[in-house]
Structures are given as C-alpha cells and as structure tokens.
C-alpha cells in the first residue's frame, strides 16, 4: 500500500496552464465571501431591528437602517422577513451558488424601492444600488451549480423554520413587557406565537401599537416558513448521488485489474456514491457530497498512472458547484498523488490493521489472551462457518440480512469509507462471510446464528473488513472467535492478507502511553481516550492490536486548516456518528427482504457498527 509513486504520463505532465489552475481547487473568492458576510450581518441586524424595540431606536440601528433590507423602524415584520431572507442567502453567496446570487439580485433593488417608499432616503436606495452593482459586476463568479437535493428537504425545512420560528416568536413575544397586559403564562405566550404564525390574534394582549407589530412579525415567520417549504417541496428534484449500473460495471472492471492495490476499493461500488472517470477511463473517484464538503474515501480506483486525470476531473467538479474539496483515508501513496497534483494538503488520519495471514498464528504469548478466548468460546458450543456469499442460499442469505439490520442496536446507519452498505447482493458473490453458530434449546428468530462478520475482496488475494454483529445474547467474544475463524480459514480460499478496522490516532494512543511520553502526547491521548466514551478510538486500536497487525497509515487530505472543523463534521455525518437531517420515521422507511438485483438502485443498509 505504500511505495514509491509512479511518474505522471506525458499526457498528464503536460497539462495546460488552466487546468493546473483548477487543479488547486475551488478556493472562495473575495467578492461572493465579502458580499456573503454583508447579507449575514445586515439580516442579523434586521432581524433584531424587527424583534427587540430598543435596538429599533439605537445608534447602531440608525447606522444599519440604510442598508438592504432595513425598511424603517416602524415596519418591524418587514425588517423581520428581510433579515431571515439575507441570512438564508449569505451561506449561498460566500460559496459562489448562483441561485443565491439571483435572489440577492431581485431582493436588493427590492430595498431599494422600500427605502424611498417608506422613508424616502436617498442614501439608502444609494447604498442598495452600491451594493448591487459589485453582484452584477462580478456575475461570473457566482456562476456554482446547485447541490444534489431531494424533496425530503421540504419536510426537514418545514420542522426546522418551524422550531425556529417558534423560539424566535416567542422571544418577540415576550420582548415588550413594558406594554404588556397582565402576565401571560408561558402556555398562553406559545399559544399566540402558535396562532400569529396562522395570521390569527392570540390570547396575549398589548397597550398601543404594539399588538400590530406582534402580529406581523409573527405573521412575517409564518410567511417565510410556508414559502421556503412550499419552494423546496414542488422545485425539479435533483436525485441525490447513487451509481447507475454502467458506472458500477465500469468501477468492478477497474477493480478486476488494479483493485489489489487498496483494501478500500470494493467499498467505491457503494451506491450512494456518485462518481467521476478520468478522460481515459482507467481511472475513477467515488464521493459522496456532505454539507457542501466533497467527500471522496479511499484512494482513486484504477491504474496509477491515470490518477491524475480522475482527481482533476474531481476537482473541476468542486469547483462547478462550489463545493469542498476532501478525501478521507487515503494510502501513502494516495496522499502523495492528491498533495502533488491538487496542491492540497494530507494529514494523518489513523492506521488500518492488516494481518497476514501466512504469519498469524495463535501460538505464543502474545496471542495468549485471543487463543483462550477462542477456546473457551468454542467448549461452550460455539462452531463458525466461513463461505463466500455465492456458496450460501438464498433462504440463509435473508436470515442473515435480517439478523445484521436487527442486530445493529441503533437507528442510525454506519459507515462509508469502510463499508459496503448491503450483504448477500448477487453481484457481490466473491464477499465472505463468516458467522457463529450455537444450538439453544430454544431457538430464536434466527436459529442458531449468534454472530456475523461480512469481508468484501481485496484484489484476488485479500479481503476487508466490511461489517461485524452479533446477538446480544451470546457469550463475549464472537468477533474474536469469527476474526479467527476467517484467518485460520483464508488459506482455503487463497487469501493472503486480511484488512481489519481502521484505529483513528492509532500512532498517538500508542506512544501517548509509553514510557518518557512528554505531557503534550500525554494531554492529547488523555482526550482521546474521554472521546473514546462516545466514538470507540481507544477500544477499536486494542481489539484491532490483539491480532498482531501490521499498521498501514491512512491520511485526510483536505484545501486549508480552516476547513478542518467543517470537514471533520462531515465525515462524521457519512459515517453515520452525527445527523443533522432529519430522520424518516421508522414505519416509512423502506424494508426489502430479498437483494436488489438493480446495481443503479440505491443499497440496502448493513453497515460496520464498530
């Protein structure tokens, strides 16, 4: 997996001067950055002009009101509406996303016409028109396609304004107490958030105006909230990345030819990914985009020598859609070619185990603590069989689908970098599976499978880890025992090398507690020990070291430091340890029992659980 990396092609070497530009990725320019933190501060302005009556009078509200959006002090549910709108649109405009541009475009001179109407300023319509000309000056570079979406949106949009709408009602609400009549509970203030987002008068009631401005302000959210879920729920869909069944013909040739070269290269044909091929073909790279941040995992697909044209081809699509470049878990190898070739930079990640299987014994005492475990295991009537997934039938196959889904102990899916999302697909006949077995005087829904542990191929002569669960019930130890099972077993199937889980700091955890480790080493092992209470870092090395592995680095590679923090979200969202959207309820999700026999039809779930 390390090594040397091969000279780029001619082709490659002479790549014109423009595309080496690309190449460097899609870096934020001055004008939609600037342009982008103006809307957000000017809505953040309104928003409060129209929500607190103090700041409506305040110096710094005299200074603002001649901004976009500002309409004067008394028309607090306008003020209101236009400060939500430009925060909606500054995330948009500081990444360059055309149809924020077209907003803001529509929305300016929009201020304009209500800075003369409403307070006949001159110096407002001024700065408007100020402000717009730079937007259709530089229209060029707010020129970035949208993201991929889905109608779900619309739902996730109306529970989110919603909530959002209710708390920042309730703050308009209860930000009057000087003309407030009587003291309202906190029932009675929701219910008239509740009613004033409807258009409809509530229970609370004010002295002078001050009722009038309630109203249509909450009047405004409610507004606001409806349109953007009605825009989202009847725009043209955008499907979402998926792999259509030529791109998962032509990524399983690629890897027929090159795929012993990275233990994550099964895991491209996951077909929630989307995919970009070099010019030539011989070369690919799979990605997922999350938050606006373009996710790829693993190192290109195909032959190295056309990697180059695969990430420019990356790259160019960043840079079209606005999009942050990133690559989690990449080899050696893998990080050289994206830093030279992209100008990116690489950090390490972790270390993937990876057992030989002609040096793995359980003789000796350092495997002194597995080989007793196994042996306990196997007297209490524990037996493992180990198959490819073509030599199962097909009755076996969904008792073992539905055992993995029932077994995973959360809603929440796992895995992308190290997993194929499905088990017992017919075009995924060469995977191996390895399960445990125990006859109980009573059976379960399953029989007598307690355990399984699912590899997907590594080339002709590896395999990789994929997904391992078990039943609660059964004894400590099963993945232990089927880690076993499946390396005593290799040989039969021609297998050399086995790849395990991947240990996050791995390197850190291991020299953080030696011997003459300074107090920095000491400091950072100390938290990522408290953070292994909720992400398993420190657990996962020392199961992974109890076989006595080899340890191949694997790197993020990623624009700038700045991006960090939002990429390291993320992949935490890919790998299914975070969700920020809103889940579907369980009765509406989508149950299969057989596999799908489409490729271009999105996988069904099974994923590592850790």
Same mark, same amino acid.
Request: net charge positive; hydrophobic share 50%.
């Given at each position: 997996m390390s090594g040397k990396v091969p000279q780029r092609s001619s082709q490659v070497g002479h790549l014109p001067s423009r595309a080496r530009h690309l190449l460097r990725g899609p870096r934020p320019d001055a004008v939609p950055v600037l342009v982008g933190r103006a809307c957000a501060l000017v809505g953040l302005l309104?928003?409060?002009?129209?929500?607190?009556?103090?700041?409506?009078?305040?110096?710094?509200?005299?200074?603002?009101?001649?901004?976009?959006?500002?309409?004067?002090?008394?028309?607090?549910?306008?003020?209101?509406?236009?400060?939500?709108?430009?925060?909606?649109?500054?995330?948009?405009?500081?990444?360059?996303?055309?149809?924020?541009?077209?907003?803001?475009?529509?929305?300016?001179?929009?201020?304009?016409?209500?800075?003369?109407?409403?307070?006949?300023?001159?110096?407002?319509?001024?700065?408007?028109?100020?402000?717009?000309?730079?937007?259709?000056?530089?229209?060029?570079?707010?020129?970035?396609?949208?993201?991929?979406?889905?109608?779900?949106?619309a739902l996730a949009n109306f529970v989110l304004m919603g909530a959002g709408s209710l708390a920042l009602g309730l703050i308009i609400v209860s930000a009057h107490p000087n003309t407030l009549l009587g003291d309202p509970s906190l029932a009675d203030r929701i219910t008239h958030v509740l009613y004033g987002l409807f258009g409809f008068e509530g229970p609370v009631d004010y002295q002078g105006n001050t009722s009038w401005t309630v109203a249509f302000s909450l009047g405004a959210l409610g507004w606001i909230t409806a349109v953007t879920t009605i825009y989202l729920a009847f725009r043209p869909e955008h499907p979402a990345a998926h792999l259509t069944e030529d791109d998962e013909a032509r990524l399983r040739a690629l890897l027929a030819k090159h795929g012993r070269r990275d233990?994550?290269?099964?895991?491209?044909?996951?077909?929630?990914?989307?995919?970009?091929?070099?010019?030539?073909?011989?070369?690919?790279?799979?990605?997922?985009?999350?938050?606006?941040?373009?996710?790829a995992s693993g190192d290109p697909i195909g032959d190295v020598e056309a990697w180059p044209g695969a990430i420019e081809r990356f790259m160019d699509e960043a840079k079209a859609h606005s999009w942050t470049p990133a690559v989690m878990g990449c080899s050696e190898t893998g990080a050289e070619v994206w830093t030279r070739e992209t100008g990116l930079d690489a950090l390490e990640l972790g270390d993937e185990a990876v057992v030989d299987v002609p040096d793995f014994s359980l003789a000796g005492r350092a495997m002194r603590n597995v080989r007793q475990m196994v042996k306990r295991i196997e007297r209490a009537g524990y037996e493992t069989r180990v198959r490819r997934v073509r030599d199962l039938g097909e009755t076996e196959l969904e008792r073992?689908?539905?055992?993995?889904?029932?077994?995973?102990?959360?809603?929440?899916?796992?895995?992308?970098?190290?997993?194929?999302?499905?088990?017992?697909?017919?075009?995924?006949?060469?995977?191996?599976?390895?399960?445990?077995?125990?006859?109980?005087?009573?059976?379960?829904?399953?029989?007598?499978?307690?355990?399984?542990?699912?590899?997907?191929?590594?080339?002709?002569?590896?395999?990789?880890?994929?997904?391992?669960?078990?039943?609660?019930?059964?004894?400590?130890?099963?993945?232990?025992?089927?880690?076993? *099972? =499946?390396? %005593? @077993?290799?040989?039969?199937?021609?297998? !050399?090398?086995?790849?395990?889980? +991947?240990?996050?700091? #791995?390197? $850190?955890l291991a020299r953080g507690e030696k011997i003459g480790a300074g107090p920095v080493l000491r400091a950072w092992r100390g938290l990522l020990v408290f953070l292994s209470r909720w992400f398993q870092i420190e657990s996962l090395y020392k199961f992974n070291a109890k076989f006595q592995p080899r340890w191949e680095p694997r790197f993020v590679v990623y624009r700038n430091s700045?991006?960090?923090?939002?990429?390291?979200? *993320? =992949?935490? %969202? @890919?790998?299914?340890?975070?969700?920020? !959207?809103?889940?579907?309820?369980? +009765?509406?999700?989508? #149950?299969? $029992?057989?596999?799908?026999?489409?490729?271009?039809?999105?996988?069904?779930?099974d994923v590592r659980a850790a």
């Open positions: 309104d928003i409060a002009a129209g929500v607190f009556p103090r700041f409506r009078h305040s110096r710094m509200h005299a200074i603002a009101e001649v901004l976009p959006g500002a309409t004067g002090p008394f028309a607090a549910a306008l003020s209101l509406s236009a400060g939500v709108l430009l925060l909606l649109l500054a995330h948009g405009l500081k990444r360059g996303k055309r149809r924020a541009w077209r907003a803001a475009v529509v929305l300016l001179p929009a201020g304009a016409v209500a800075q003369f109407t409403y307070r006949h300023s001159i110096i407002g319509v001024l700065i408007s028109l100020a402000l717009l000309a730079p937007l259709l000056r530089h229209r060029d570079q707010f020129d970035a396609l949208p993201d991929p979406r889905s109608r779900w949106r233990s994550l290269g099964h895991f491209a044909l996951r077909r929630d990914k989307a995919v970009v091929f070099s010019p030539s073909g011989k070369a690919a790279v799979t990605y997922r985009v999350v938050s606006g941040v373009m996710l073992i689908r539905q055992a993995a889904d029932d077994w995973r102990g959360t809603d929440t899916e796992r895995g992308f970098s190290m997993a194929l999302g499905r088990v017992g697909d017919p075009a995924d006949g060469d995977c191996l599976i390895a399960t445990a077995h125990k006859a109980d005087e009573e059976p379960g829904p399953y029989g007598d499978l307690k355990a399984i542990l699912h590899f997907v191929p590594w080339g002709t002569d590896g395999v990789s880890l994929d997904l391992m669960r078990r039943d609660r019930s059964a004894d400590p130890g099963m993945n232990e025992l089927l880690i076993v *099972a =499946a390396l %005593q @077993a290799a040989p039969k199937f021609a297998i !050399a090398r086995v790849s395990l889980n +991947f240990a996050m700091f #791995r390197s $850190a700045a991006d960090l923090p939002r990429l390291g979200i *993320a =992949a935490m %969202q @890919a790998e299914g340890f975070v969700n920020l !959207a809103l889940p579907l309820p369980r +009765f509406l999700r989508r #149950r299969t $029992a057989a596999p799908r026999p489409c490729p271009h039809r999105v996988a069904e779930r």
